[in-house]
């Protein structure tokens, strides 16, 4: 028992991945302009190898530097969980850098510490980006242990321009103490601190570390870098009180939000929104010259926010599945970025439905019916048709490739429930619409009543499709005026 509670501690499960799967490409598309992915080893203090990739523009002005954000991973993750930050950070021009911390990922190492030889990681890394010339100022970002292991290095290193810190706990020992009684734990309360105690001196003989050091609210008063602390209301494994009492003790400017989930749910969309514009005032990333694959020809966009706004609204229609962004091999793919918007609006829209009667042939099941498919379905049917050549593309995010879990291991959701899961009755329903090859031999066998069902569903689909393209037209219009209606929604958490 005792031993299990050592490896829930300091041996967690690893992540074990392939860089090329989950990682960003090497080169992508993204928001219209092309990235690449650098991939490189550093060496820390005590000689282990840190694995690291760093997420910049393809294209850079000479004498032009960018400020960076390093992302700093929780326990049981990895660089993977870097790929949303490259999503929000990158159109702003902020460059992104991550990191498997030692003991965790590809990096060496047997075991973490939460925290604290972590801190040598990131100051290895952040000593790394200080001698390279293209980057100005740094921030951090860290959720569970990297929020612990950013304030551990925010102490000591002043010069950082600001901290994100998602899902940061006090202390580790009354952290242990704490997930007795979530875990309800039925063993006298004397009996539990002698077992920490044990478990306290296996831990400095293997991992060099002693928990009772591990203590956050011993650096907070002396750090005054700009932070932004984030906590999900329904983390039970590190509980919102230690977000407050951090929030309450550190000595710099701060800001504080709170949004539904809990220690391993993903972030809702304002968190994201309150993350790049805290970003955006404490680093202050220059404006570089639009050179990109795919413009907007005539339509010159002046600032990132509404260039974001746009490749949001366009980009979903030059490439259905591929979520705003592609590989280099994928470019090729979209349409010419000379095509008029509005043009290139109306033939998006055709593509969203069906050109003729025949097509809806893919809609039956192998009984040549439609009694167990109706409008809306059917209309997530033919998204699926219309997108199925790119579901191999790229993701935006790391959950879209495979969920690495933020702390999956201690206490967190299982990895094969996601948000968006189908209930059994529609996979039954998706299997038997799509599944048989059957349907394809016999297109004169259609039922009266099943043209009657097909012609009332070719008419609902035009009338869909209508309505869509009416809806993208009237979108696109009032973001190039730049109507105030369509402005992203800015969190409370920012003052």
Known sequence: MIEQFVNFVIRPPRSEYNPDQYLWETEFILAGRKYKRLDLELTNARGLTIKCSHYVPAFIPENTSLPCVIYCHGNSGCRADANEAAVILLPANITVFTLDFSGSGLSGGDYVSLGWHEKEDLKCVVSYLRTTKQVSCIGLWGRSMG?????????????????????????????MMELVDVYKIRVPKFTVKMAVQYMRKIIQKRAKFDIMDLNVLQFAPKTFIPALFGHASNDMFIQPHHCDRI???????????????????????????????????????????????NNLGAFKVGTVTNESFIFEIIS????????????????????????????????????????????????????????????????????????GHNEESCSCT??????????????????????GDISDKQEN?????????LRQKDSKSTTPKTKEKKKSLWKKLNRERAGVGDSLSQRLKMCLSHSSRHKRVKSSGIV
């Open 247 to 293: 929030h309450q003790a550190y000595g710099g400017d701060k800001s504080i939000i709170k949004f539904e989930g809990d220690h391993n749910s993903p972030r809702p969309q304002s968190y994201y929104d309150s993350v790049s514009m805290f970003f955006y005032n404490t680093l202050h990333p220059p404006q570089l010259p639009v050179k990109c694959s």
């Open 429 to 437: 329903m998706t299997v038997k619409a799509l599944a048989t090859p």
């Open 398 to 419: 790391s959950s879209n490739r495979e969920s690495w879990g933020r702390c999956s291991s201690l206490g967190g959701a299982s990895d094969d429930s996601f948000p």
């Open 147 to 175: 929020a612990v292991t950013s304030l551990l290095y925010g102490a000591e290193d002043s010069s950082i321009a600001g901290m994100v810190l998602d899902s940061a706990f006090t202390n580790l020992y009354g952290l």
């Open 316 to 387: 979903g229609l030059r490439g259905a599945g591929t979520n705003s962004c592609s590989s280099s091999i994928d470019a090729s793919k979209f349409p010419n970025a000379t095509t008029p918007v509005v043009e290139l609006l109306s033939e998006s829209v055709n593509q969203l439905s069906i050109k003729n009667d025949s097509d809806l042939d893919f809609l039956l099941d192998e009984n040549r019916t439609l009694s167990e498919i109706d409008g809306d379905s059917a209309g997530s049917r033919l998204q699926d048709k219309s997108s």
